[in-house]
């Protein structure tokens, strides 16, 4: 099936093969077509998925996947440009299920990227794609591989002048021109300008000038290949971690063809996405906004992707997942109403900022909530300000992908007297962590800074390592190539000269053995071969020894015999391995933040070097500070701070700080809000009180930038200027005077002042006392007796700010005209008349008394004293044990006592089946309680109980009875239901059937009836559906919601109780039983052609359960969003209102459930009546033929189904005839072109609709050239064709219905023409008018006009000339 080889040139095609190039609907794809028409059946290879370029790490697995078409199944060849593909290195794969063919590499080599081709190869054609591999270096072999290169460049021995003149500036220089990561300058091209600096640190680029001028280069030509593809590409933004828990980048783009293909690739790998946002990776595309989301990332997802139209890289964004976790999470926080609450954590590593959520929503800094970090950048703390009910719920903590929450509970005030007014602000807070959140986060910030700290030293380990290693091996190199030289030079010299060895000095090791080599080349007259000061100009200027203590003369002559070993070090210009941490000397590891500071107070701008020896120098807008009286400049460890006391507003600006070459800015902004001195804002806030009427006024002072806005508020509401109403507002203070006050002017009076640097408030309460309201009624009757009336009533409404001292009480007896006077009863709203007469009606006036004053009256209704008011019926009775010799039961008191206390109660029992109620208890010994054990009872009978109260009106209405129960001991619980199980399901009901369980002497009795309970799989509490037992085994259960999950269960149940809850097995969905996805259309359309401007509409039926997800896909993508797409529970339609060209494609429907999914596509053609092709130009290029060339028709970019039909007309058959068809180019030879003969060619366009207006040619003729022609016959013979007559087709026997037609027939041949006789019955009918008879070419017919019985009988026809006589008989019978 496969065949490897190496890239190389096409052959050829055969003899008698053309080469016709065709288009594939897939970009990109060239396909070569060998034949002029292709066989019935019969296809040329093509792509429908192509493989896709691959930008890779090393040592990961590189593949290429591709899908192929056609008929006979093409041969399928992998190439490879620059060498061979091997078995060893490459594995060809085909997947028979996907019909996928792949070329995998794995372990994917640098020297593996390279462009790669895929051929597929059958009789009828070729169809290629070309691919390329870029193979990203990482680690140590591409710093490895930067090294080789430069030692390459100095052992070349013809340049070896060059090499000693080599500097550390001219290896920087071949540093930077080495290659770098391509990711690296797609990050950039889609970055902003503020991002350059972090993108080149994490690559390791110091360059910034050369960087700059190649981004340049490189953006005009990412704006020339997106210019292929894209209108206008604007508003780019980069991948964006939320809080929600997933990624998004999106950006503008107007595509100059919308059928383009658009394409995600993370780290080189294409992934699939999807319109749908509940998927991993989705798109969603608005206009011309398109929206990709990361759905539920994880770590996995980190790293760069890229998005690709066509084959065009067009945005590249790089997602990094901080490693965070939380050492100390939130906490639940209980608040009282406007107190503020926080909430605070730590984080295991730094982060400038967090992501808060509260009630799912995103909280962000201003006046309700208040976001701070601490200078180490672990504590995160969100102030939650002025709590109110309404703040209650979720708060959470998202830093990366981690996250936390807890709980915000507000406590109401429950102060009777602030009910339904503003309450004042609280200056408390609850919640935090207070001094173990320091700790932790100081502990914390020490471990960080000792791994850091390690990890810097054994990178200055490593590098000292590489650096010796480098050094020797350069040696080594050197000596050996200056060797050389001296063996060359040698050879010129007539006497060599003795060297002479140089002394040397202790303090001069690195120039041990340079000195020889200059001596050598001295003595040897090479005068034009300099010293090699090169390396000792660059160990000098990085290293410098010290100089080493006196030392005795042993010691030197032993430092003279051995060979110096002194380590030296060089100047990298590169980091030594990406992507680690190198010692950037001192630097800052904190840098300063913006300060606000009020004005008079003291502001510190604080930052934070690597190294205490380090110096800083502060500036404020770019001039040097020095030490003042008002600046102190603090070096305190590594910390470098600027205190500025008494800030004023000239000391706002742009403070930067130096140290070692590195900067850090901040901006102080000195700020001038509105003050209040604390003496008079403690004086402002003390309440007031004064009486109804009297004038309130309040006073403040303040100081702040001018203008200032100043408001006035009553319980929330703005005040205005009215005639009750005056402000004074000034620069310095403001008076509000509230004149002749009400009671409802009570609240909380607030100052709010306002400038462009903040806001104040202060808040005081005014109380206006006034009498109170009258008691609220009506009263309610404790008690109405014949000695006592006693009733109760509501306080006032409002007590007119102060507490009720005394309710003053007047009574009158209806009948009278006078009010007697009760007095003061003192402050309980409750009395009790002792002085009445029997059967006297009362009114009563009731009053409140404060020390404001006596509120209005409230009049009681009539009460009458000792009325016979019986007591209403008690609460059905409730059996609470039953035994053979006693029952026990309970009720609780009627809720109407007829206006005085309950004496007692009577019970009453009834056997069943009898109508006579017997009392229980003796009738002059009423039950005091509310319980009683009935104990006159017969063991096996069944009874029913009812209960009476008593009051000093006599007995009352009896309760309704209890349920029956008979005198027994109790039972046993059942034991549990068997055999449960579900018989049927819907979407809303569920249907259950059981067995009763078993029945063991003592141990469970029978079960009397069941109980389902039904548990939703969100709530942990059963609930019952139905109130009461149930007799039968099977139950249906209704009103569920669709798709949702439950569990049920089943409780037997008897008079002994409920026994143990019997439990499905498992959780059921409500829904039907699960049916696959399965599509019932007998028959299904694959095929469609729409003309332009039609509705087009796709039906699929289908039958599935749950209800299925459908999804539809324009070659393999979401359908557009002009596209209606209708779904039942059974069906699904597509509709295209108009359709248009670019309509045309493979549209694919997937239905898919919880079992499985069902796929149909159906191919959809939009086109219209093709436009005729061009003027038609006519050429002979060979003899006896006709070349036909034309102008292709405007439709044949659009249709690429669109091909062409040729006519001819010639002259001598003067008809039009097809000569080609199905042409796809616009080109044709025509053959047989006969010489004197005028030929006409008409060309026509065709695709699925049908042909186009021809067009047609001029007239073509060849000139005939007229020659001599002469024949010699040769002699002949001749020939007689003279015959005797013969019947070459006899008559046949006919039967005929009477007065019906009858036609007789035959053929008779002979030369000379014969004569035809008709006989009937021996007599010629040629001359009878009866018979109509007909000779013509030797057919000779007979029609009988009207059969009837005279016509039976037999016919004869005789045939006669010259040479002979011939007869034929037949026979006609006329039936009735």
Same mark, same amino acid.
């Given at each position: 099936?496969?065949?490897?080889?190496?890239?190389?040139?096409?052959?050829?095609?055969?003899?008698?093969?053309?080469?016709?190039?065709?288009?594939?609907? &897939?970009?990109?794809?060239?396909?070569?077509?060998?034949?002029?028409?292709?066989?019935?059946?019969?296809?040329?290879?093509?792509?429908?998925?192509?493989?896709?370029?691959?930008?890779?790490?090393?040592?990961?697995?590189? *593949?290429?996947?591709?899908?192929?078409?056609?008929?006979?199944?093409?041969?399928?060849?992998?190439?490879?440009?620059?060498?061979?593909?091997?078995?060893?290195?490459?594995?060809?794969?085909? #997947?028979?299920?996907?019909?996928?063919?792949?070329?995998?590499?794995?372990?994917?080599?640098?020297?593996?990227?390279?462009?790669?081709?895929?051929?597929?190869?059958?009789?009828?054609?070729?169809?290629?794609?070309?691919?390329?591999?870029?193979?990203?270096?990482?680690?140590?072999?591409?710093?490895?591989?930067?090294?080789?290169?430069?030692?390459?460049?100095?052992?070349?021995?013809?340049?070896? @002048?060059?090499?000693?003149?080599?500097?550390?500036?001219?290896?920087?220089?071949?540093?930077?021109?080495?290659?770098?990561?391509?990711?690296?300058?797609?990050?950039?091209?889609?970055?902003?300008?503020?991002?350059?600096?972090?993108?080149?640190?994490?690559?390791?680029?110091?360059?910034?000038?050369?960087?700059?001028?190649?981004?340049?280069?490189?953006?005009?030509?990412?704006?020339?290949?997106?210019?292929?593809?894209?209108?206008?590409?604007?508003?780019?933004?980069?991948?964006?971690?939320?809080?929600?828990?997933?990624?998004?980048?999106?950006?503008?783009?107007?595509?100059?063809?919308?059928?383009?293909?658009?394409?995600?690739?993370?780290?080189?790998?294409?992934?699939?996405?999807?319109?749908? =946002?509940?998927?991993?990776?989705?798109?969603?595309?608005?206009?011309?906004?398109?929206?990709?989301?990361?759905?539920?990332?994880?770590?996995?997802?980190?790293?760069?992707?890229?998005?690709?139209?066509?084959?065009?890289?067009?945005?590249?964004?790089?997602?990094?997942?901080?490693?965070?976790?939380?050492?100390?999470? *939130?906490?639940?926080? +209980?608040?009282?109403?406007?107190?503020?609450?926080?909430?605070?954590?730590?984080?295991?590593?730094?982060?400038?900022?967090?992501?808060?959520?509260? @009630? !799912?929503?995103?909280?962000?800094?201003?006046?309700?909530?208040?976001?701070?970090?601490?200078?180490?950048?672990?504590?995160?703390?969100?102030?939650?300000?002025?709590?109110?009910?309404?703040?209650?719920?979720?708060?959470?903590?998202?830093?990366?992908?981690?996250?936390?929450?807890?709980?915000?509970?507000?406590?109401?005030?429950?102060?009777?007297?602030?009910?339904?007014?503003?309450?004042?602000?609280? =200056?408390?807070?609850?919640?935090?962590?207070?001094?173990?959140?320091?700790?932790?986060?100081?502990?914390?910030?020490?471990?960080?800074?000792?791994?850091?700290?390690?990890?810097?030293?054994?990178? +200055?380990?490593?590098?000292?390592?590489?650096?010796?290693?480098?050094?020797?091996?350069?040696?080594?190199?050197?000596?050996?190539?200056?060797?050389?030289?001296?063996?060359?030079?040698?050879?010129?010299?007539?006497?060599?000269?003795?060297?002479?060895?140089?002394?040397?000095?202790?303090?001069?090791?690195?120039?041990?053995?340079?000195?020889?080599?200059?001596?050598?080349?001295?003595?040897?007259?090479?005068?034009?071969?300099?010293?090699?000061?090169?390396?000792?100009?660059?160990?000098?200027?990085?290293?410098?020894?010290?100089?080493?203590?006196?030392?005795?003369?042993?010691?030197?002559?032993?430092?003279?015999?051995?060979?110096?070993?002194?380590?030296?070090?060089?100047?990298?210009?590169?980091?030594?391995?990406?992507?680690?941490?190198?010692?950037?000397?001192?630097?800052?590891?904190?840098?300063?933040?913006?300060?606000?500071?009020?004005?008079?107070?003291?502001?510190?701008?604080?930052?934070?070097?690597?190294?205490?020896?380090?110096?800083?120098?502060?500036?404020?807008?770019?001039?040097?500070?020095?030490?003042?009286? !008002?600046?102190?400049?603090?070096?305190?460890?590594?910390?470098?701070?600027?205190?500025?006391?008494?800030?004023?507003?000239?000391?706002?600006?742009?403070?930067?700080?130096?140290?070692?070459?590195?900067?850090?800015?901040? &901006?102080?902004?000195?700020?001038?809000?509105?003050?209040?001195?604390?003496?008079?804002?403690?004086?402002?806030?003390?309440?007031?009180?004064?009486?109804?009427?009297?004038?309130?006024?309040?006073?403040?002072?303040?100081?702040?930038?001018?203008?200032?806005?100043?408001?006035?508020?009553?319980?929330?509401?703005?005040?205005?200027?009215? =005639?009750?109403?005056?402000?004074?507002?000034?620069?310095?203070?403001?008076?509000?005077?509230?004149?002749?006050?009400?009671?409802?002017?009570?609240?909380?009076?607030?100052?709010?002042?306002?400038?462009?640097?903040?806001?104040?408030?202060?808040?005081?309460?005014?109380?206006?006392? #006034?009498?109170?309201?009258?008691?609220?009624?009506?009263?309610?009757?404790?008690?109405?007796?014949?000695?006592?009336?006693?009733?109760?009533?509501?306080?006032?409404?409002?007590?007119?700010?102060?507490?009720?001292?005394?309710?003053?009480?007047?009574?009158?007896?209806?009948?009278?005209?006078?009010?007697?006077?009760?007095?003061?009863?003192?402050?309980?709203?409750?009395?009790?008349?002792?002085?009445?007469?029997?059967?006297?009606?009362?009114?009563?006036?009731?009053?409140?008394? %404060?020390?404001?004053?006596?509120?209005?009256?409230?009049?009681?209704?009539?009460?009458?004293?000792?009325?016979?008011?019986?007591?209403?019926?008690?609460?059905?009775?409730?059996?609470?044990?039953?035994?053979?010799?006693?029952?026990?039961?309970?009720?609780?008191?009627?809720?109407?006592?007829?206006?005085?206390?309950?004496?007692?109660?009577?019970?009453?029992?009834?056997?069943?089946?009898?109508?006579?109620?017997?009392?229980?208890?003796?009738?002059?010994?009423?039950?005091?309680?509310?319980?009683?054990?009935?104990?006159?009872?017969?063991?096996?009978?069944?009874?029913?109980?009812?209960?009476?109260?008593?009051?000093?009106?006599?007995?009352?209405?009896?309760?309704?009875?209890?349920?029956?129960?008979?005198?027994?001991?109790?039972?046993?619980?059942?034991?549990?239901?068997?055999?449960?199980?579900?018989?049927?399901?819907?979407?809303?009901?569920?249907?259950?059937?059981?067995?009763?369980?078993?029945?063991?002497?003592?141990?469970?009795?029978?079960?009397?009836?069941?109980?389902?309970?039904?548990?939703?799989?969100?709530?942990?509490?059963?609930?019952?559906? %139905?109130?009461?037992?149930?007799?039968?085994?099977?139950?249906?259960?209704?009103?569920?919601?669709?798709?949702?999950?439950?569990?049920?269960?089943?409780?037997?149940?008897?008079?002994?109780?409920?026994?143990?809850?019997?439990?499905?097995?498992?959780?059921?969905?409500?829904?039907?039983?699960?049916?696959?996805?399965?599509?019932?259309?007998?028959?299904? @359309?694959?095929?469609? $052609?729409?003309?332009?401007?039609?509705?087009?509409?796709?039906?699929? !039926?289908?039958?599935?359960?749950?209800?299925?997800?459908?999804?539809?896909?324009?070659?393999?993508?979401? $359908?557009?969003?002009?596209?209606?797409?209708?779904?039942?529970?059974?069906?699904?339609?597509?509709?295209?209102?108009?359709?248009?060209?670019?309509?045309?494609?493979?549209?694919?429907?997937?239905?898919?459930?919880?079992?499985?999914?069902?796929?149909?596509?159906?191919?959809?053609?939009?086109?219209?009546?093709?436009?005729?092709?061009?003027?038609?130009?006519?050429?002979?290029?060979?003899?006896?033929?006709?070349? $036909?060339?034309?102008?292709?028709?405007?439709?044949?970019?659009?249709?690429?189904?669109?091909?062409?039909?040729?006519?001819?007309?010639?002259?001598?058959?003067?008809?039009?005839?097809?000569?080609?068809?199905?042409?796809?180019?616009?080109?044709?030879?025509?053959?047989?072109?006969?010489?004197?003969?005028?030929?006409?060619?008409?060309?026509?366009?065709?695709?699925?609709?049908?042909?186009?207006?021809?067009?047609?040619?001029?007239?073509?003729?060849?000139?005939?050239?007229?020659?001599?022609?002469?024949?010699?016959?040769?002699?002949?013979?001749?020939?007689?064709?003279?015959?005797?007559?013969?019947?070459?087709?006899?008559?046949?026997?006919?039967?005929?219905?009477?007065?019906?037609?009858?036609?007789?027939?035959?053929?008779?041949?002979?030369?000379?023409?014969?004569?035809?006789?008709?006989?009937?019955?021996? *007599?010629?009918?040629?001359?009878?008018?009866?018979?109509?008879?007909?000779?013509?070419?030797?057919?000779?017919?007979?029609?009988?006009?009207?059969?009837?019985?005279?016509?039976?009988?037999?016919?004869?026809?005789?045939?006669?000339?010259?040479?002979?006589?011939?007869?034929?008989?037949?026979?006609?019978?006329?039936?009735?």
């Amino acid at each position: 099936m496969f065949r490897i080889c190496k890239a190389k040139d096409e052959q050829p095609t055969a003899s008698g093969q053309v080469k016709i190039k065709k288009k594939s609907r &897939v970009p990109g794809v060239m396909i070569t077509q060998y034949v002029e028409e292709l066989p019935q059946g019969m296809t040329t290879p093509d792509f429908t998925r192509k493989p896709i370029a691959l930008t890779i790490q090393e040592g990961k697995l590189a *593949i290429f996947r591709a899908i192929i078409t056609g008929n006979p199944t093409p041969a399928i060849t992998w190439v490879r440009n620059n060498g061979e593909i091997d078995d060893g290195r490459y594995k060809t794969v085909f #997947d028979t299920i996907s019909g996928e063919h792949q070329l995998q590499i794995p372990d994917v080599c640098v020297d593996q990227a390279d462009t790669y081709k895929c051929y597929a190869r059958n009789e009828y054609g070729k169809a290629v794609v070309t691919v390329t591999l870029n193979v990203i270096e990482v680690g140590y072999k591409k710093n490895k591989a930067m090294q080789q290169s430069r030692t390459a460049i100095r052992e070349l021995p013809e340049d070896f @002048k060059k090499t000693l003149r080599s500097t550390a500036n001219r290896e920087s220089k071949e540093e930077a021109k080495l290659e770098i990561d391509e990711n690296f300058w797609d990050l950039l091209l889609s970055a902003e300008k503020k991002e350059y600096e972090s993108i080149c640190a994490q690559y390791g680029i110091t360059d910034f000038r050369w960087m700059l001028k190649k981004l340049n280069e490189k953006k005009l030509q990412r704006e020339q290949e997106q210019e292929q593809v894209v209108e206008k590409l604007c508003n780019l933004k980069p991948v964006e971690l939320k809080p929600t828990g997933a990624a998004e980048f999106e950006l503008e783009m107007s595509l100059k063809d919308p059928n383009s293909k658009i394409f995600l690739f993370k780290d080189g790998v294409m992934i699939p996405f999807d319109e749908d =946002t509940e998927v991993k990776h989705g798109l969603k595309r608005v206009g011309k906004r398109f929206v990709f989301s990361i759905n539920g990332v994880n770590p996995e997802d980190a790293g760069l992707y890229q998005l690709e139209v066509d084959g065009i890289k067009i945005f590249s964004t790089e997602l990094k997942i901080p490693v965070v976790d939380f050492l100390v999470k *939130i906490q639940d926080v +209980k608040a009282q109403e406007r107190e503020d609450a926080v909430f605070q954590c730590v984080l295991s590593h730094p982060m400038k900022k967090i992501s808060w959520m509260g @009630k !799912n929503n995103p909280l962000e800094q201003g006046d309700k909530y208040d976001i701070t970090v601490s200078e180490d950048l672990l504590i995160h703390s969100l102030v939650v300000k002025d709590c109110l009910l309404l703040d209650k719920g979720i708060y959470a903590a998202v830093a990366g992908i981690k996250s936390c929450n807890a709980w915000l509970i507000v406590e109401a005030d429950k102060d009777p007297n602030m009910v339904g007014k503003k309450k004042a602000r609280k =200056t408390t807070r609850a919640g935090g962590g207070g001094d173990d959140l320091l700790r932790i986060a100081q502990e914390q910030q020490e471990k960080l800074q000792k791994e850091r700290d390690e990890i810097i030293a054994k990178v +200055k380990e490593r590098e000292e390592e590489e650096e010796y290693e480098e050094k020797e091996e350069n040696e080594e190199k050197e000596d050996a190539a200056a060797s050389e030289v001296r063996d060359k030079t040698s050879k010129c010299e007539p006497k060599p000269q003795p060297e002479v060895q140089p002394e040397v000095q202790p303090n001069e090791p690195s120039q041990v053995k340079a000195e020889p080599k200059v001596e050598a080349a001295t003595d040897s007259g090479k005068a034009d071969i300099p010293e090699p000061t090169v390396v000792k100009q660059e160990e000098e200027k990085v290293s410098k020894p010290e100089e080493p203590a006196p030392v005795n003369e042993e010691e030197d002559a032993a430092k003279e015999e051995e060979p110096v070993q002194e380590k030296r070090q060089r100047v990298r210009t590169g980091p030594l391995v990406p992507e680690t941490v190198v010692d950037p000397g001192i630097y800052f590891t904190g840098g300063l933040s913006d300060v606000s500071a009020i004005i008079g107070t003291d502001a510190e701008l604080l930052c934070k070097l690597s190294s205490e020896s380090g110096d800083a120098v502060w500036y404020k807008d770019g001039k040097e500070i020095t030490a003042t009286d !008002n600046i102190n400049i603090v070096k305190d460890g590594t910390y470098r701070k600027l205190l500025i006391k008494n800030c004023k507003e000239d000391d706002s600006g742009k403070y930067k700080c130096e140290a070692d070459g590195r900067k850090t800015e901040a &901006v102080l902004n000195v700020e001038d809000p509105p003050r209040i001195n604390a003496d008079d804002l403690a004086e402002f806030s003390k309440p007031v009180r004064i009486k109804s009427g009297k004038d309130a006024a309040f006073k403040l002072s303040f100081v702040g930038r001018e203008p200032m806005k100043i408001q006035w508020y009553n319980d929330g509401e703005e005040l205005v200027e009215e =005639t009750n109403i005056k402000i004074e507002k000034s620069s310095s203070h403001s008076r509000l005077l509230l004149t002749k006050c009400q009671r409802r002017t009570s609240g909380e009076i607030k100052i709010k002042i306002k400038n462009e640097c903040g806001t104040i408030e202060a808040i005081t309460q005014l109380t206006v006392l #006034d009498k109170p309201t009258p008691p609220l009624g009506p009263v309610d009757i404790i008690e109405s007796s014949a000695s006592c009336i006693e009733f109760k009533w509501r306080p006032s409404k409002d007590s007119g700010g102060c507490s009720v001292t005394n309710y003053i009480l007047e009574r009158q007896q209806i009948g009278r005209n006078s009010w007697t006077k009760l007095g003061k009863i003192g402050p309980e709203p409750k009395y009790r008349d002792t002085d009445v007469d029997h059967g006297r009606k009362y009114c009563y006036h009731i009053r409140a008394e %404060t020390d404001q004053g006596i509120s209005e009256i409230m009049e009681s209704d009539d009460i009458q004293a000792g009325t016979k008011a019986y007591p209403g019926p008690p609460s059905t009775p409730k059996i609470v044990s039953a035994f053979k010799d006693c029952i026990n039961i309970a009720w609780t008191a009627p809720a109407n006592t007829g206006g005085t206390n309950i004496l007692g109660y009577n019970v009453e029992k009834r056997k069943n089946g009898s109508n006579l109620w017997n009392i229980v208890n003796p009738p002059d010994e009423p039950i005091k309680g509310k319980q009683y054990g009935v104990k006159d009872v017969v063991e096996g009978i069944e009874y029913e109980f009812r209960v009476s109260a008593i009051n000093t009106s006599g007995v009352g209405e009896p309760s309704v009875p209890s349920e029956f129960v008979i005198a027994r001991d109790p039972k046993k619980p059942p034991g549990k239901v068997t055999d449960l199980k579900v018989t049927d399901s819907t979407y809303t009901t569920l249907s259950l059937s059981w067995t009763k369980p078993a029945e063991e002497e003592g141990v469970q009795d029978e079960a009397k009836g069941y109980f389902v309970e039904l548990r939703p799989a969100e709530n942990p509490e059963w609930n019952r559906c %139905t109130s009461s037992p149930i007799a039968m085994t099977s139950f249906n259960i209704v009103g569920l919601k669709s798709m949702a999950i439950y569990w049920v269960r089943v409780i037997a149940t008897n008079e002994g109780g409920n026994g143990e809850p019997q439990e499905l097995d498992n959780y059921i969905i409500a829904m039907p039983p699960p049916v696959r996805p399965q599509f019932t259309d007998r028959k299904m @359309k694959n095929f469609m $052609v729409i003309r332009a401007g039609n509705s087009a509409r796709i039906n699929f !039926n289908f039958k599935a359960s749950p209800m299925p997800t459908i999804t539809w896909l324009k070659d393999g993508l979401p $359908v557009p969003k002009y596209v209606t797409v209708s779904n039942t529970d059974t069906s699904s339609q597509l509709m295209i209102a108009s359709s248009e060209r670019h309509d045309t494609g493979i549209y694919t429907i997937i239905v898919k459930n919880l079992v499985g999914q069902e796929t149909s596509s159906v191919e959809i053609r939009v086109t219209d009546d093709p436009k005729p092709p061009g003027p038609v130009e006519l050429e002979e290029n060979v003899p006896g033929t006709v070349t $036909v060339s034309w102008i292709p028709s405007p439709d044949e970019k659009k249709d690429d189904r669109l091909h062409y039909v040729i006519t001819k007309h010639d002259s001598l058959k003067c008809t039009w005839q097809t000569v080609a068809d199905h042409l796809f180019n616009n080109r044709f030879t025509a053959p047989n072109i006969m010489p004197g003969r005028q030929y006409k060619f008409r060309l026509y366009a065709k695709n699925d609709m049908g042909l186009s207006e021809h067009s047609e040619s001029a007239t073509w003729e060849v000139q005939k050239k007229k020659e001599k022609f002469s024949v010699t016959l040769p002699s002949s013979r001749s020939c007689s064709f003279e015959m005797p007559p013969s019947f070459s087709v006899p008559l046949k026997m006919h039967k005929s219905p009477e007065s019906y037609e009858c036609y007789m027939s035959c053929a008779v041949t002979g030369n000379p023409r014969p004569h035809v006789t008709w006989y009937k019955n021996n *007599i010629s009918l040629n001359t009878n008018t009866n018979y109509y008879i007909t000779n013509t070419c030797g057919v000779c017919s007979m029609l009988v006009l009207n059969v009837g019985p005279k016509d039976n009988g037999d016919y004869t026809v005789v045939a006669e000339n010259p040479l002979g006589r011939e007869e034929c008989s037949t026979k006609l019978v006329v039936g009735d």
